[in-house]
């Protein structure tokens, strides 16, 4: 039997991913965001898992407007970098796993969740942002992963309930597939940012430690946020944070928090992280 053994969250700011693809990390602007990160890739490499579920959203690179699933499943083999207005990200062709992509698809489909099954995406830095963060840059990423893009970028988006409770269903989904896998969910974006207008630039530290806590200690709490309170105390992007919500369904209803780090600004967004391990 599968099981997710643990959970991680972290923000996919892109300009994350122009300072890796451009040398810069070791620049003094740079150097305390990747520093909260030597413990997680330590932590990695030590749990070794099987398979990862990367729940993000997608930024106009494999979708548009002219189709928005609410969520999109990849069940293909691979998913190449898309471009994003400067050529490919050079990091790994990410690649799939298939069959308990397709696991999941049946079994949350026939739990009344309405899935987009995707057989040829590119991913953009929403994923590949927070595999740098978690994997550094190795020739080709340490696992399979599974990728579920929810939207985030057009209104209406799924709520915080909805997200959380399609976490449960995949814990369901996983826990059901025949086969001996430790899994790990990733939930991506966030924390409190706004990329334009006149609160462009906007953070709020005291929301989004709240958001950490009670990720920990009290999920359902966090189920009760409503769209226009992200939008309020977290900005315009901020909605980005119910991402994180399925990954924190998909685990245990109590956890251990093993790693935190919260960071301001990085660009012009605050960037946040946690590890979550099942108990």
């Given at each position: ?8 969250a972290m923000s996919h700011v892109p300009a994350i991913g122009a300072a890796i693809d451009n040398g810069r990390t070791g620049e003094p602007y740079w150097v305390p965001v990747f520093k909260g990160f030597e413990f997680s890739k ?220 919260h960071h301001i600004p990085v660009s012009n967004t605050a960037l946040g992280h946690i590890i979550l391990e099942n108990r």
């Amino acid at each position: 039997m599968a099981k997710i053994v643990a959970g991680v969250a972290m923000s996919h700011v892109p300009a994350i991913g122009a300072a890796i693809d451009n040398g810069r990390t070791g620049e003094p602007y740079w150097v305390p965001v990747f520093k909260g990160f030597e413990f997680s890739k330590k932590w990695l490499e030590e749990l070794k898992p099987d398979v990862a579920i990367v729940v993000y959203n997608d930024h106009a690179s494999a979708f548009s407007l002219e189709i928005i699933p609410t969520f999109a499943l990849g069940c293909a083999e691979e998913f190449p970098p898309a471009d994003e207005g400067w050529g490919p990200r050079k990091v790994p062709v990410v690649k799939g796993h298939p069959d308990l992509a397709w696991h999941i698809a049946q079994s949350t489909i026939l739990d009344e969740f309405d899935m987009t099954i995707v057989n040829k995406m590119e991913v953009d830095h929403g994923l590949t942002v927070p595999l740098n963060l978690m994997c550094g840059t190795p020739e080709e990423w340490p696992f399979p992963v599974i990728p579920l893009a929810v939207n985030v970028v057009q209104y209406p988006p799924p709520t915080g309930n909805r997200c959380y409770n399609l976490g449960k269903a995949i814990k369901k989904a996983v826990e059901s597939f025949d086969e001996d896998l430790r899994v790990l969910v990733f939930g991506t974006g966030g924390m409190s940012h706004q990329l334009q207008g006149p609160r462009a630039g906007l953070t709020n530290k005291d929301f989004d430690t709240a958001f950490l806590d009670n990720l920990t200690r009290d999920p359902v709490a966090l189920t009760k946020i409503a769209p226009l309170e992200y939008l309020r105390e977290s900005g315009s992007e901020g909605i980005e944070l119910v991402m994180w919500l399925v990954m924190r369904g998909a685990l245990n209803e109590h956890v251990e928090e093993v790693h935190r780090f919260h960071h301001i600004p990085v660009s012009n967004t605050a960037l946040g992280h946690i590890i979550l391990e099942n108990r």
